[in-house]
């Protein structure tokens, strides 16, 4: 049995939240910069990422690892481009169908918050020279689901492979999954909220998720 019930690839996971950060910052885009959320794939990614990642560089609360900061950048401009009930209804797999609409919205929080509490710190890893470069985009840009490629590029440290999956929805794109080195998201943390729930029922993994975040 896992000690915790949280990644433990930290350093292969350091890029993260300043992904997912810079995606939710992408709010301060200047009107030249505009995002479509109706773009070819990989341009909508390219626009967001670049021009967010430009806003965490000037955020110094944020790269500092204050959460109170990060958490109401994260309330103010997640929702737009990233669909994160989703990410967590596939987390908890089947489980899903048989929680309460109360304790779903419950682990939509704890999940969000755990992310925040594990990789704050890797806000710290954005300097001004660090980049977002996608790669050739291989897939069908009218498809309902599809994966883009990218590359973190960072001063200190090799470029780091992230792969966004990502939703076309009525509103526009919208990012539900994320790959980093070969790790998906959802299921790492698929894997261990199952033996949670198994363990303690949903509630019981609401209630872990909230003690580690203390």
């Known amino acids: ?25 992408s709010g301060t885009v200047r009107a030249k910069d505009a995002v479509d959320r109706h773009a070819p794939p990989p341009e909508f990614v390219q626009v967001v990422a ?37 990410t967590t209804r596939l987390a908890a797999g089947r489980h899903w169908r048989t929680a309460t609409p109360e304790q779903r919205t419950q682990l939509v929080e704890a999940f969000k918050n755990t992310l925040i509490r594990t990789y704050s710190g890797a806000l710290a890893q954005v300097d001004q020279r660090s980049s977002i470069s996608i790669q050739p985009f291989r897939g069908d840009p009218s498809a309902e689901d599809v994966v883009v490629r990218s590359s973190f590029n960072q001063s200190n440290g090799p470029a780091v492979a992230v792969d966004y999956r990502m939703e076309n929805t009525p509103d526009g794109w919208k990012i539900y999954d994320i790959n980093v080195e070969n790790i998906w998201l959802i299921q790492n943390y698929r894997n ?8 303690n029922g949903i509630t019981g993994l609401i209630d872990a998720l909230n003690r580690q975040n203390r």
């Open 192 to 199: 261990q909220f199952s033996e949670q729930i198994a363990q």
């Open 50 to 86: 670049t021009n967010a990642l430009e806003a965490v560089k000037a955020d110094k609360a944020a790269q500092g690892g204050d959460r109170a900061s990060i958490n109401a950048l994260i309330d103010e401009y997640v929702m737009p481009y990233v669909n994160f009930e989703k």
């Open 1 to 25: 049995m896992h000690t915790h019930i949280f990644f433990t690839r930290r350093t292969v996971y350091a890029v993260f939240l300043s992904v997912v950060l810079a995606l939710c910052l």
